[in-house]
């Protein structure tokens, strides 16, 4: 019986095969996982109904599960609409619960086009495909080593 809050099967089969520096994208409802995903990654599709599952909910339960060691969300072109609000509120959501969970990790943004090539890595193993409405809540997380 697994210890960790993470029980869906086919995310825990792709993550204990998962070494360091592969890569975990926590998708929004509005990213296109069908066509931006590394070469080898597989897609889960946790998008049950609009707002159901949310990037925040993921990643709670991952960080039961994984260490990681590096966290980007998509970062905000300047000439789109949304880059005049600000940061997206969902980024405070993240900190926090990587603030209780998460060693002190601090998501740093990459700039929209490079999200989408580092996603595209070979390293990529992973997408796990939400119905979270929020803007601009994609998350790469990056797998860290166990020390202990």
Known sequence: MLKHT?????????????????RILIADGNYPASTKKGP?????????APGLVTVAQVLEVLLSAVVVDEVHTMGIPEDDPYARLGE??????FRGILRR????????????????????????????????QALWANLLLSIGCRTH
């Open 6 to 22: 993470l029980i869906h099967p086919e995310i825990n089969e792709i993550l204990a095969r998962a070494g360091h520096h592969g």
């Open 40 to 48: 080898s990654a597989r897609v889960v599709c946790l998008n049950l």
């Open 88 to 93: 997206p509120p969902v980024w405070e959501e």
């Open 101 to 132: 969970k998460g060693g002190g990790l601090i998501p740093t943004p990459i700039p929209k086009w490079e999200f989408y090539k580092a996603v595209e890595s070979p390293d990529h193993v992973l997408t796990v495909q939400t119905g979270d």
